[in-house]
């Protein structure tokens, strides 16, 4: 639904952002769009993802609320005129719970667009859903019983900082040092050094995890993995007993391995360093109140099992309680090849995508695909999810 305007005596910016943020909150938003242009400035909400246009407010209060964002968000003075985008965080507190957002400042053609991601880890481990809790106790068990580096890997939006700060924030901060390096910093968390690249002198990846060994780090994350030389030094960190918990793009767990291994690092380090290989998605649930019975598409009727292709699909439809998105939270999904003997020989071979994905499903590792399509024989989430997904 469209509000025209904001209430009556909320003319000032910080009322403003006071009653934007407790909307968003309320109805379980986790973005918010302030989007410019030549006719005054829309805010919209992102749930589940889903956008819905929400608030207008005039062009002057708009210049207002960015000024009142951007010291919100500690950004230095010096960098708020910059050309480019720039990015800063914040925290609130909403019956007690702490609500990170990250923010994010880019000049368009009709003006200043932000948009702010709202994170709330004080409770994202209860809204993973049964399968998402078990994945990442899973997930810690195994870093915490092998130690050596965890690779996350997804596509964007699938989770996988959430993967990471869950179980960063499983360790006892009064017995371990944990530092993370982050480009940017998504989320403060409480006890842990965070390290951001592109402030106090870290210009890059590599020089920030060298910088977090330097501090006597026990447990490290570090957001992204790219060239060799990091790889390396991801790997001899795992070799010299850290736990290093890191992170980058691909479609499945083998993938993941193919990834790496192109990189072009040492395959004898990456594999005597190795916890194991994460893929992730985060599969949004159907509203169990509004949701209504399908037909199965045509796309997707030879991955349904024969003996399955009776069944009921669902599709959204959306209501009041689901704020009309027809999705109601979403659940972590994760394919897990833990470290064993073979699978580090086969690195050290550099076998191939195919190898790896064979050795999976014959350790009875079940595909990021089949867990999804199950969901939707199950009617927890919709047939247009899964093919939006895979």
Do not use: W
């Amino acid at each position: 639904s469209i509000e025209r305007g904001i209430p009556k005596g909320m003319e000032g910016p910080e009322k403003v952002i006071n009653y934007i943020l407790g909307q968003a909150i309320i109805n379980k938003v986790n973005r918010i769009h302030f989007e410019p242009s030549d006719k005054g400035v829309v805010i919209r909400f992102r749930a589940n993802n889903v956008l819905s246009r929400k608030i207008e407010v005039p062009v002057k209060l708009h210049h207002e609320i960015i000024s009142r964002l951007k010291k919100l968000s500690q950004i230095p003075e010096k960098d708020q005129q910059r050309e480019g985008f720039v990015v800063g965080h914040f925290r609130v507190t909403v019956s007690s719970r702490q609500i990170n957002i990250q923010s994010i400042f880019f000049p368009t053609v009709n003006g200043e667009m932000v948009i702010l991601k709202l994170s709330d880890f004080s409770s994202i481990f209860e809204q993973l859903g049964k399968s998402g809790k078990a994945s990442i106790e899973e997930l810690v068990a195994a870093v915490k019983t092998t130690h050596g580096v965890l690779y996350v890997s997804g596509p964007r939006e699938s989770g996988r900082t959430t993967t990471q700060y869950c179980i960063m924030s499983s360790y006892d901060a009064e017995t371990r040092k944990l530092i993370t390096v982050e480009d940017p910093v998504v989320a403060t968390l409480p006890q842990v050094t965070q390290i951001q690249v592109g402030s106090g002198g870290i210009n890059s990846s590599l020089a920030g995890l060298k910088l977090a060994l330097l501090l006597d780090a026990d447990v490290v994350y570090l957001d992204h993995l790219g060239t060799k030389e990091l790889a390396e030094e991801v790997a001899f960190a795992g070799l010299g007993g850290k736990t290093v918990l890191t992170s980058y793009l691909a479609h499945d767990a083998s993938s993941s391995i193919v990834k790496l291994l192109a990189t072009g690092a040492d395959p004898v380090i990456i594999a005597s360093s190795l916890c194991g290989f994460v893929c992730q998605r985060l599969v949004r649930l159907l509203c169990p109140k509004c949701r209504i019975e399908s037909e199965i598409p045509a796309a997707m009727t030879e991955l349904i099992p024969e003996g399955s292709r009776g069944k009921k699909l669902f599709a959204a439809k959306g209501c009041d309680v689901c704020n009309n998105t027809g999705y109601i939270g979403r659940s972590l999904i994760t394919e897990y090849l833990p470290a064993s003997p073979t699978l580090r020989q086969m690195i050290i071979n550099r076998q191939n995508y195919q190898d790896f994905n064979s050795f999976a499903r014959k350790q009875g590792i079940v595909s990021l695909e089949e867990k999804a399509l199950a969901m939707v024989l199950n009617g927890e989430t919709s047939a247009d999810e899964f093919m939006r997904l895979f």
